[in-house]
């Protein structure tokens, strides 16, 4: 009978760890508020990799940047005037990577910042001023 139970109780526990948040929803163990938020940050390097001027040279061979790492994120005040717009979550991101410069035949360190927010359950991107890598900390 212990053996049984012991069963059970295993399959019941694994079936509670794969149960899906839901198109949208908030992965385990993540802010609900940030929902969707690594999704948002993938794109923005995507758009990067196209429209970031360090990309448009390209190593032969290769492509013109790699080595993408966020290197900070950091929530910013929402303010009643975003409260009145409907924002739950807002903050800014820098992202770090290498783009190709002819000149040396070498990666050259790049990095970019984007102000993400959230209003009405849908994430928005805007350019930010460049801050701190290792904080966000505005300068």
């Known amino acids: 009978m212990r053996r049984y139970a012991l069963?059970?109780?295993?399959?019941?526990?694994?079936?509670?760890?794969?149960?899906?948040?839901?198109?949208?929803?908030?992965?385990?163990?993540?802010?609900?508020?940030?929902?969707?938020?690594?999704?948002?940050?993938?794109?923005?390097?995507?758009?990067l990799e196209q429209t970031n001027t360090a990309c448009h040279n390209k190593a032969p061979g290769k492509t013109g940047c790699q080595d993408f790492e966020v290197a900070c994120k950091a929530e910013r005040t929402i303010t009643p005037a975003d409260q009145a717009k409907g924002v739950t979550a807002k903050l800014v991101t820098a992202i770090t990577f290498n783009g190709w410069d002819p000149k040396t035949a070498d990666y050259k360190p790049a990095s970019a910042f984007a102000g993400f927010?959230?209003?009405?359950?849908a994430w928005t991107r805007s350019d930010a001023k460049p801050v701190n890598l290792a904080t966000c900390a505005d300068f």
Do not use: H, M, Y
Request: charged share 20%; proline share 7%; with cysteine.
């Open 117 to 121: 927010q959230k209003a009405n359950g």
């Open 7 to 47: 069963v059970l109780l295993s399959a019941l526990s694994l079936a509670a760890c794969g149960q899906s948040p839901g198109a949208g929803g908030a992965k385990p163990g993540e802010d609900p508020r940030f929902a969707g938020l690594d999704d948002q940050i993938l794109k923005w390097r995507g758009d």
